[in-house]
């Protein structure tokens, strides 16, 4: 009888290993099968699954000044990894955007719309205000437009005019400097008030578009001559002539209010309204200022030195420090309408031979102290015999304090100009 040819301890081996061969092929086919993966039994290899799939990931739309341009749908591939063997990851897929340059070329179609301004300089109007203020250029920056849709994982609204272009930086920036310093000029008073850029009309002419430099933009600067009333009300907010009231007490010891005239504070108008101007055109801004002042009066308290004017008496008084060193009577205006004004008032002239006119006269006088620029003063009256009483009722003066010669002499050579003087 023939033997067995698997008989004996090599073939049970044989055996043994090809059983197992099968088990571990029969396995990884097995295993491929469930997890998608391809094996090739000849190369014994395996394969990226055959089928990939895409999906969206994302949504991005495009607006201007907040109105609707475009949208989106951005999709990717992925691909199962292969870093494990045999097992699918899903933590480790890899992607890839579909077409991002067809994404990019779309949106350069939906944003370059030829009617979009192009680069241009910026340019300062006459009065100082820059136009075209921002950004100068409609043109939108795609590169940096896109690389913001990555970063933001192709998902939300993009707002084109947060990607214009800029052109010209420098002579922008140097234009847009310039008009925020007209703007931003201003004048501030020690009362309060303030001087600013629409106080004042700044004029700019057309060179000023074509300067390279501050120094050529300041040529180009100019402000009217004419400041405007806002401007003149302000500076004349420090005079308070004509505004006071003050608690007086007369000869007799007797305390009287009086309010009127022409004491306290004077601004020199023009020679403020020229240093505004010159502030204004060097673009020299200023704080606590203090303006250019014609008088200035304690506002509070009246002096001890002065001259007292007591209508209902018709007599007038000369006070130094407080004592009585003169007195005299005199006339003052007719009653009605050219009756000596009241209130507090100062010694504005001292002139010596002065022809008073007026519309049916004309007065010579020797000694004139001025109070007012109406033409009210104290003056000699030489034409006059008498004084006091009540001649001023009927045949009173023309608004003036009429005085004897001798004591408008008298009175002349004693005060000085700015000589307070109380008229009651």
């Given amino acids: ?63 201007e000044s907040g109105n609707y341009i475009a949208s989106y749908v951005v999709k990717a591939t992925f691909y199962p990894d292969l870093s494990i063997p045999l097992i ?55 590169e940096t437009l896109m690389q913001s849709i990555a970063d933001n994982s192709y998902n939300g609204n993009f707002d084109l005019t947060d990607y214009y272009l800029e052109s010209d930086t ?9 008009s925020d310093k007209i703007q931003n000029w201003s ?19 057309a060179k000023a578009n074509s300067a390279e430099s501050e120094d050529e933009l300041m040529k180009a600067l100019d402000v009217n001559e004419e400041l405007k009333a806002s401007a003149k009300k302000k500076i004349n907010s420090y005079d308070t002539s004509g505004s006071l009231s003050f608690n007086f007490v007369n000869h007799k010891g007797e305390e009287i209010t009086v309010q009127g005239g022409t004491w306290g504070d004077v601004v020199n108008s023009e020679e403020e ?60 205006g007719k009653s ?7 209130g507090t008032f100062y010694v504005t002239e001292k002139k010596k031979e002065k022809d008073l006119k007026g519309a049916d006269y004309v007065s010579h006088v020797h000694r004139w102290l001025r109070l007012t620029w109406a033409g009210v003063g ?21 608004g003036c304090i009429n005085l004897p010669k001798s004591f408008a002499y008298e009175l002349y050579d004693m005060v000085e100009d700015g000589t307070c003087v109380v008229v009651y």
């Fill in 1 to 63: 009888m023939k033997g067995n040819i698997f008989k004996g301890k090599g073939s049970s081996k044989l055996l043994t290993a090809l059983a197992v061969s099968l088990f571990i092929l029969a396995s990884i086919i097995v295993a491929a099968a469930l997890t998608g993966y391809r094996y090739n039994i000849l190369s014994h290899q395996i394969d990226r699954p055959g089928d990939s799939y895409i999906k969206d990931i994302g949504s991005v739309s495009l607006t």
């Fill in 336 to 342: 009605g309408k050219r009756e000596t004004p009241s």
């Fill in 378 to 398: 104290l003056h000699d009256a030489t034409w006059r015999s008498r004084f006091g009483g009540n001649i001023w009722r009927t045949s009173g003066s023309h």
């Fill in 88 to 142: 699918y990851n899903p933590k480790k897929t890899v992607s890839k955007v579909n077409d991002f340059e067809t994404l990019k070329n779309d949106i350069i179609i939906s944003v370059d719309n030829p009617s979009r301004k192009d680069f241009q300089r910026a340019i300062i109007s006459s009065n100082g205000v820059l136009k075209n203020e921002g950004h100068i250029s409609e043109k939108v920056d795609i």
């Fill in 187 to 205: 004048v501030s008073y020690t009362n309060g008030k303030t001087i600013s850029f629409n106080d004042v009309d700044f004029i700019v002419s």
């Fill in 170 to 178: 420098e002579q922008l920036q140097l234009m847009r400097d310039f």
């Fill in 273 to 332: 309204r020229n240093a505004i101007k010159n502030l204004a055109r060097n673009l020299t801004s200023e704080e606590s200022r203090k303006p250019i002042m014609k008088v200035e009066m304690d506002n509070h308290n009246l002096p001890d030195t002065y001259i007292e004017v007591d209508k209902s008496e018709q007599r007038v008084y000369y006070y130094v420090s407080g004592n009585c060193t003169v007195s005299s009577d005199c006339v003052t």
